[in-house]
Every structure is written in structure tokens, then in C-alpha cells.
T-cell receptor, first 111, second 116 residues
Framework: QKEVEQNSGPLSVPEGAIASLNCTYS??????FFWYRQYSGKSPELIMS????GDKEDGRFTAQLNKASQYVSLLIRDSQPSDSATYLC???????????FGRGTSLIVHP | DAMVIQNPRYQVTQFGKPVTLSCSQT?????MYWYQQKSSQAPKLLFH???????NEADTPDNFQSRRPNTSFCFLDIRSPGLGDAAMYLC???????????????FGPGTRLTVL
């Protein structure tokens, strides 16, 4: 059973702070990793994909991947109230186009 | 803009009354997926098509069926909806698994199903 674990939260941060969201996975052969944002009642939307160890930055978002430790994280700098949402981590086991989703972490950014 | 479209956005049905949800895509992606998502839970994969090949998840109830008549369209049929089937149903597409990397999934806006 391939598992993806996320702390369900809620994670509460003040506006302007850095929000750090973490995800661990069980399949050591996983090669593709995705972060999605999901607002309440809406569908998931892609924030970032990452495939190689290290950091990948896109605007205020940075994804960090450590395959040896089997975790992927998402940092949100200068958090805004509009970032308040559930963040889903998705991991593709090696050789598969079908992702396994975590339960998501609820983020609340308060003014 | 290329996109994934789901209809209807909201569906209300009665207990036991069949319902069909539709999904269309203009991305020309090989793979189409149907997910069920309940509140505060991860999306649960029901089944997917790789081109015309249908793949059912082992724990998907027989009450759920799917059709993909062509590349662009996919349908989810719930033959006898129960109260426990009330959820958000998400359609997603992706290209393939290319060069050691899985391609991004693109989600439609979802259909919220209410069962009375």
C-alpha cells in the first residue's frame, strides 16, 4: 500500500509569515511529486511539480524534495489570507501515471 | 482556453434514481480519471481510462460505471445512488508517463452531488 501522509492541521499563520507544509511518502521509488491547492468547495489546482532533489521556486512558493528522507515540503512566503485553503500533496509511484493523494493540510492565514 | 469541463456543476437526485455526470476535455489527453471526494478527505480514485482501456479500482462499488465514447468525453453513471454517495465528483486528465516523469493532472471544476 503506497501511502502519502500529511498533517491535517489546521496550520494557522499570521499574514506575511512563512507557511511550511510537509508531506511524507512510503514508496522509495516515487519519482514525481505535486502540490495542489484546493479552496473549499472547489477542485484542486496545481501549484507546483517537482521531480529532482532540492528546491524549486515559483514566485512565493518553494517546493523542497528530499528523496533519501522521503519527504516533500511546500513553503509559502509572505502568506496572504487568500492562501487559506487545503494543500494536497500527490506522489506518483515509480513507473505509474496515477498519483496517490494525501489527505491535505488546511492552512489558515489570519490578518 | 483548453480545459476540463464538467456538467452539471450541481446535481440533486433522489435515493435510488440513476444519475449521469459528464466530463469533456479539450486538452487531447490520453488519460481521464474519475475521483470521489468527501469533506476533509483526499480524492478517492474510482476508475480511469488510458485511451479506451478502462481501469477499475478494486474497491469501487459496482454501483458506479463509466463510459468513454471518444477521447474528449467521459461519463460517470451512478446506477442507484445512496445517501453515502453524496460527494464532490472530480474529473481529471493527464497526458501520460513520459521519460520517467508522470504528467500533471488537470482537474475539472467538479460536480457536487446531493442525494435526497
Amino acid at each position: 500500500q503506497k501511502e502519502v501522509e500529511q498533517n491535517s492541521g489546521p496550520l494557522s499563520v499570521p499574514e506575511g509569515a512563512i507557511a511550511s507544509l510537509n508531506c511524507t511518502y512510503s514508496d522509495r521509488g516515487s519519482q514525481s511529486f505535486f502540490w495542489y491547492r484546493q479552496y473549499s468547495g472547489k477542485s484542486p489546482e496545481l501549484i507546483m511539480s517537482i521531480y529532482s532533489n532540492g528546491d524549486k521556486e515559483d514566485g512565493r512558493f518553494t517546493a523542497q524534495l528530499n528523496k533519501a528522507s522521503q519527504y516533500v515540503s511546500l513553503l509559502i512566503r509572505d502568506s496572504q489570507p487568500s492562501d487559506s485553503a487545503t494543500y494536497l500533496c500527490a506522489v506518483n509511484p515509480g513507473g505509474s501515471y496515477i498519483p496517490t493523494f494525501g489527505r491535505g493540510t488546511s492552512l489558515i492565514v489570519h490578518p | 482556453d483548453a480545459m476540463v469541463i464538467q456538467n452539471p456543476r450541481y446535481q440533486v437526485t433522489q435515493f435510488g434514481k440513476p444519475v449521469t455526470l459528464s466530463c469533456s476535455q479539450t486538452l487531447n489527453h490520453n488519460v481521464m480519471y474519475w475521483y470521489q471526494q468527501k469533506s476533509s478527505q483526499a480524492p478517492k480514485l474510482l476508475f480511469h481510462y488510458y485511451d479506451k482501456d478502462f481501469n477499475n479500482e478494486a474497491d469501487t462499488p459496482d454501483n458506479f460505471q463509466s463510459r468513454r465514447p471518444n477521447t474528449s468525453f467521459c461519463f460517470l453513471d451512478i446506477r442507484s445512488p445512496g445517501l453515502g454517495d453524496a460527494a464532490m465528483y472530480l474529473c481529471a486528465t493527464s497526458r501520460d508517463y513520459t521519460g520517467g516523469r508522470a504528467d500533471t493532472q488537470y482537474f475539472g471544476p467538479g460536480t457536487r452531488l446531493t442525494v435526497l
